[in-house]
Nanobody
Framework: QVQLVESGGGLVQAGGSLRLSCSASGDTFGLYTMGWYRQAPEKQRELVALLRSGGTTNYADSVLGRFTISKGDADNTIYLHMNSLKPEDTATYYC???????????????WGQGTQVTVSS
């Protein structure tokens, strides 16, 4: 099993920046993607940014050019650098990890506890 610990949320004014971090521990050998999702009140959870083990990334159109996902120097740590924040970025941000485990390489998914990002206008 993989455990995820997030940090870095908070309150920021529009136009400001924040950095979120997520560290994975446990059964991390089979990790193949880590990423960030967000969920605003009364909205569905949506993908923000994804980083694959090969280094490729995906971003939601709404954050392209403003957010950057990166891998930390420590193994299995990722960051989400959020610049030019807007009030519509306000949400709970969740770290996500997908990994394989076991003799049959079964696929699993794990979520962090979530960290709140609030952007004031």
């Amino acid at each position: 099993q993989v455990q995820l610990v997030e940090s870095g949320g908070g309150l920021v004014q529009a136009g400001g920046s924040l950095r979120l971090s997520c560290s994975a521990s446990g059964d991390t050998f089979g990790l193949y993607t880590m990423g960030w999702y967000r969920q605003a009140p009364e909205k569905q959870r949506e993908l923000v940014a994804l980083l694959r083990s090969g280094g490729t990334t995906n971003y939601a159109d709404s954050v392209l050019g403003r957010f950057t996902i990166s891998k930390g120097d420590a193994d299995n740590t990722i960051y989400l650098h959020m610049n030019s924040l807007k009030p519509e970025d306000t949400a709970t941000y969740y770290c996500n990890a997908k990994y394989t485990s076991g003799p049959g390489d079964a696929r699993y998914e794990e979520w962090g506890q979530g960290t709140q990002v609030t952007v004031s206008s």
